[in-house]
């Protein structure tokens, strides 16, 4: 969603992609199901349970916007996830609106726990990981790119092996070759994926993107 990152609230989309990216890392199953803007839908279903992203500059803004125009929870299948340092915040205000009746078939202060849980990344980890030319952001792109880079290194390694066997080359020789190649083509392929990311993410990157899009 990089594409989403510039507009206003485009953290909220940075902080969708890299929970998301989170969990897929530590090996739980993913749908993205939020980028099909359903209404009320969840933004991801994690080993299938759904779960609703809430990244605002606070907490009582995180939890309220969980509610409709009419005061009554708008999520009532779903988790919500707030930025980590918003978590205990968060709870609190959300038993506060137990208490008060605002969610729909839950009565027990309690179970704020249950519905709210605690996101990977702060408000401020999320901001950053939207913006270009920062550690987060940097970090966030090189993950990204790592299977891509790992599927460079399997392809270059097989191709140059191969071809040096042929060529005549013992298996030691072939494989210090192979390996060496390989390095080099993941390396490159990590370089030029982060470096394209960080550029989309500027002005002159958006700029580049439409006018090749036209």
């Avoid at 594409?3 to 969708?16: C, I, L």
């Avoid at 349970?49 to 708008?74: I, N």
């Avoid at 980890?125 to 299977?147: C, H, M, P, W």
Wanted: proline fraction near 2%.
């Amino acid at each position: 969603q990089w594409t989403k990152y510039h507009t206003k609230g485009g953290h909220g989309f940075a902080a969708e992609d890299a929970n998301a990216q989170w969990d897929k890392w530590r090996g739980k199953r993913v749908d993205k199901v939020g980028t099909g803007n359903a209404y009320n839908g969840a933004d991801r279903i994690v080993n299938g349970v759904e779960v609703q992203v809430k990244y605002h500059a606070s907490a009582y803004r995180s939890v309220a916007s969980c509610f409709g125009k009419d005061g009554m929870f708008r999520y009532p299948s779903q988790f919500i996830e707030v930025p980590k340092d918003q978590y205990d915040a968060a709870v609190r205000i959300m038993r506060e609106r137990i208490s008060a009746g605002k969610v729909p078939g839950v009565t027990d202060p309690n179970m704020a726990t249950e519905i709210v849980i605690k996101g990977h990344y702060t408000y401020n980890e999320a901001v950053r990981i939207a913006k270009a030319g920062n550690l987060d952001s940097i970090k966030f792109d090189i993950r990204t790119q790592a299977v891509t880079c790992v599927f460079a290194f399997g392809l270059s390694f097989a191709i140059n092996y191969g071809t040096a066997k042929v060529n005549g080359a013992s298996h030691e020789a072939a494989f210090k070759s192979a390996a060496k190649q390989a390095i080099k083509s993941a390396g490159t392929s990590m370089l030029i994926g982060v470096s394209a990311m960080q550029f989309l993410r500027t002005q002159a990157g958006r700029n580049f993107a439409a006018f090749t899009s036209n």
